[in-house]
């Protein structure tokens, strides 16, 4: 089962910030967490990932909260494009055992 | 690099029908994992490999489903016989232990009559 709660869906407005929370409040200290996301009809892709620090790469940033009980992706200047399913994913990254467990994710609109 | 290949990419058979999906990860991953995703059930994993050796089978649905790795290049996933139940789009994804991600083929979409 998946370990982390997500809003079913948000809005946001082409230009402005999009945070989409998550809760992970069982998360244990190996465990890391990811985010992907499904754009209609396409395979996830990978986002980010992050064990306790912040993270930023090219595509977005994860705020990941000092108990590591919840977590937030930001996408710093929403597009169009960026309208899909937000998959936020809890895993512990063991040899042997590279599972993803995805959840329902967070349908994010972002209108113009 | 092309990225994760699946093959067909849309297939439509009839109930009782064997069908084969097919999947070429990319060169040089060490971990091949199979999805299917459904309105119902969402994205599930059925079954992902390891340097070739099935690692976990426990989202495999049934006997009907059977998956193979016989070499690093190449894995295909069977469903005999095939039932309308099954239709869905059925995803292959590669990762390599050193890079965390795993990147997704584009999908079989298969639909069963």
């Known amino acids: 089962d998946a370990k982390t709660t997500q809003p079913p869906s948000m809005d946001c407005a082409e230009g402005r910030a999009a945070n989409l929370p998550c809760n992970h409040s069982t998360i244990s200290g190996n465990e890391y967490v990811y985010w992907y996301r499904q754009i209609h009809s396409q395979g996830p892709q990978y986002i980010i990932h992050?064990?306790?620090n912040n993270e930023t790469n090219e595509m977005a940033s994860l705020i990941i909260t000092e108990d590591r009980k919840s977590s937030t992706l930001i996408l710093p200047h929403a597009t169009l494009r960026d309208t899909a399913v937000y998959y936020c994913?809890?895993?512990?990254?063991?040899?042997?055992?590279?599972?993803?467990?995805f959840g329902t994710g967070t349908r994010l609109q972002v209108f113009p | 690099d092309a990225g994760v290949i699946q093959s067909p990419r849309h297939e439509v058979t009839e109930m009782g029908q064997e069908v084969t999906l097919r999947c070429k990860p990319i060169?040089?991953?060490?971990?091949l994992f199979w999805y299917r995703q459904t309105m119902m059930r969402g994205l599930e994993l059925l079954i992902y490999f390891n340097n070739n050796v099935p690692i976990d089978d426990s989202g495999m649905p049934e006997d009907r489903f059977s998956a193979k790795m016989p070499n690093a290049s190449f894995s295909t996933l069977k469903i005999q016989p095939s039932e309308p139940r099954d239709s869905a789009v059925y995803f292959c994804?590669?990762?390599?232990?050193?890079?965390?991600?795993?990147?997704f083929g584009p999908g079989t979409r298969l639909t069963v009559t």
């Open positions: 992050g064990l306790k």
């Open positions: 994804a590669s990762s390599s232990f050193m890079t965390y991600e795993q990147y």
């Open positions: 994913i809890v895993r512990e990254v063991r040899r042997n055992t590279d599972k993803l467990i």
């Open positions: 060169s040089g991953h060490d971990y």
